[in-house]
T-cell receptor, first 115, second 111 residues
Framework: GAGVSQSPSNKVTEKGKDVELRCDPI?????LYWYRQSLGQGLEFLIY????????KSGLPSDRFSAERTGGSVSTLTIQRTQQEDSAVYLC?????????????FGPGTRLTVT | RKEVEQDPGPFNVPEGATVAFNCTYS??????FFWYRQDCRKEPKLLMS???SGNEDGRFTAQLNRASQYISLLIRDSKLSDSATYLC????????????FGAGTRLAVHP
């Protein structure tokens, strides 16, 4: 079946512009996660959705970052007034609440470059 | 102190070698443990779960020591295709599956 998809795969933007990143989780997965991975670094948790609500948004680095999820499916991560330090790969993952394992399935990521 | 710590490597080994990676975690309440593999410029993928009794999957063996808060991964008979970054992952289960990722250990297997 289809895996997690993300778009765009690459995004180059100028400092100060807003960007919107999209994630399509695996069908039926109610849990959705956003992570950020800077060059040579580990994954940094940003936000967790269960359905349309976000019980844990503790990882969002500043109020320039926001995310929403509609219809319990697609999620968008918005970064306002981008800064150069926002350059990273943004990864989305989903997982099934009813599965025996807590495996998270990752999308291919969006590589964001702020110039 | 980082929540999950790993030696970044790189580990450069010849084909056929045995290599071991270690990881320590700080939260003693952590519930479950994993090794993920990440190829260059790709997304992480689950390699194997780690159980207290130790578990093996082909050439890969994972071990957990809860008392020492230590996790290991052993790869036997290394293949060129094993070259990747190995991420140690801890589920802190804070009401949901909150995975904390180590920064990864890079493995390069050469002919």
């Amino acid at each position: 079946g289809a895996g997690v998809s993300q778009s765009p795969s690459n995004k180059v933007t100028e400092k100060g512009k807003d960007v919107e990143l999209r994630c399509d989780p695996i069908s039926g997965h109610t849990a959705l996660y956003w992570y950020r991975q800077s060059l040579g670094q580990g994954l940094e948790f940003l936000i967790y959705f269960q359905g349309n609500s976000a019980p844990d948004k503790s990882g969002l680095p500043s109020d320039r970052f926001s995310a929403e999820r509609t219809g319990g499916s697609v999620s968008t991560l918005t970064i306002q007034r981008t800064q150069q330090e926002d350059s990273a790969v943004y990864l989305c993952a989903s997982s099934s609440p009813s599965g025996a394992s807590d495996e998270q399935y990752f999308g291919p990521g969006t590589r964001l470059t702020v110039t | 102190r980082k929540e999950v710590e790993q030696d970044p490597g790189p580990f450069n080994v010849p084909e056929g070698a045995t290599v071991a990676f270690n990881c320590t975690y700080s939260n003693s309440a952590s519930q479950s443990f994993f090794w993920y593999r990440q190829d260059c410029r790709k997304e992480p993928k689950l390699l194997m779960s780690v159980y207290s009794s130790g578990n093996e999957d082909g050439r890969f063996t994972a071990q957990l020591n809860r008392a020492s808060q230590y996790i290991s991964l052993l790869i036997r008979d290394s293949k060129l295709s094993d070259s990747a970054t190995y991420l140690c992952v801890v589920n802190e289960a804070r009401g949901y599956n909150k995975l904390i990722f180590g920064a990864g250990t890079r493995l390069a297997v050469h002919p």
